[in-house]
């Protein structure tokens, strides 16, 4: 496979729910079968939420999008992503974070994502992983995350959520109790 880098730009798009901008890119790779595929995916973590929740607190509220910011500081969603539960990323009532909510979720689901794009799954990722031959390590950002970044995908890791309750920790956005939300375009 080619660098996605060199084979396709960076695109810029707008979420109009809050007007924050995000740059995504098609990343050519091989899905499960061996055949070529392609993906096209954010290059950030979503930082959206009309509501900010402090880090010792669970995210309850079912009426408003809420998140976290690593170590409760805004700037840090800014430069990262924030940080969601389970049932917040998927866009599913709060008592999903505890209890078996696994028939409400559909395929291609949105999540929390903006119209038009849904929430990335194991085949996506594959293609990803599949599109060099340095595998994870050209899913990360080379800003301390030990990666080449040769996808373009700028995987990064946000942080962890600890209180008296738990102690969770995040890697490159994937779920552990905490999420950083990646997305792609549906279709």
Same mark, same amino acid.
């Given at each position: ?97 505890? &209890? ?10 949105? +999540? *929390?994502?903006?119209?038009? #794009? @849904?929430? %990335? ?43 008296? &309750? ?10 552990? +109790? *905490?999420?950083?939300?990646? #997305? @792609?375009? %549906?279709?």
């Amino acid at each position: 496979m080619t660098d996605s880098l060199k084979t396709g730009a960076y695109k810029l798009f707008k979420d109009l729910r809050d007007h924050r901008e995000y740059w995504y890119i098609k990343i050519r790779g091989k899905n499960r079968s061996g055949a070529v595929d392609s993906v096209t995916v954010f290059a950030h973590n979503l930082n959206y939420a009309e509501k900010i929740v402090d880090g010792e607190l669970d995210q309850t509220d079912d009426e408003f999008h809420e998140k976290y910011c690593f170590d409760n500081d805004t700037t840090m969603c800014d430069r990262y992503g924030g940080l969601y539960q389970w049932a917040e990323a998927m866009n599913l009532p709060s008592e999903c974070n505890a &209890k078996a909510c696994a028939s409400r979720i559909m395929p291609n689901h949105q +999540g *929390i994502c903006p119209d038009g #794009w @849904r929430l %990335m799954n194991y085949d996506d990722y594959y293609i990803i992983v599949k599109s060099t031959d340095q595998y994870s390590e050209a899913m990360r950002s080379e800003g301390g995350f030990y990666g080449s970044n040769r996808t373009g995908f700028s995987g990064t890791g946000a942080g962890y959520r600890q209180s008296s &309750k738990k102690n969770l920790l995040l890697d490159l956005g994937l779920w552990a +109790g *905490i999420i950083q939300v990646r #997305w @792609r375009k %549906m279709g």
